[in-house]
């Protein structure tokens, strides 16, 4: 069964920059796709972005487009999330989800059925 384990979160001030990881492990199909998800208190669940596992494809929300970057390692192992100009608003669990098989690259909850714990990120102003 795949699974999913986060890292990289922390406290950073407006302006600074943090790189999550997620590692995955378990998948039974050449394909699949892994996305960040982010949940702030009293909000609902947000997405941040997805890629494929070749790295060839990759989807942002507008609101992190041109701030935050996603990547997959060359062992197909390790996904991670690249942020940069952090704002207060970005505070939230960042949850790494992921699809196993073929299937279409969308930032959708729904298209993902395999969720990590999730990690801190905190943005103080």
């Known amino acids: 069964e795949v699974q999913l384990v986060e890292s990289g979160g922390g406290l950073v001030q407006t302006g600074e920059s943090l790189r999550l990881s997620c590692t995955a492990s378990?998948?039974?199909?050449?394909?699949?796709?892994i996305a960040w998800f982010r949940q702030a208190p009293g909000k609902e669940r947000e997405a941040v972005a997805c890629?494929?596992?070749?790295?060839?494809?990759?989807h942002y929300s507008d609101s992190v487009s041109g701030r935050f970057a996603i990547s997959i390692n060359d062992a197909k192992n390790k996904v991670f999330l690249d942020m940069t100009s952090l704002e207060p608003e970005d505070t939230a669990i960042y949850l790494c989800?992921?699809?196993?098989?073929?299937?279409?690259?969308?930032?959708?909850?729904?298209?993902?059925?395999?969720w990590g714990q999730g990690t801190q990120v905190t943005v103080s102003s």
């Open positions: 378990g998948f039974s199909s050449q394909f699949y796709r």
């Open positions: 989800a992921a699809a196993d098989g073929w299937g279409p690259l969308v930032l959708e909850e729904t298209n993902y059925n395999f």
């Open positions: 890629i494929n596992n070749f790295g060839t494809h990759r």
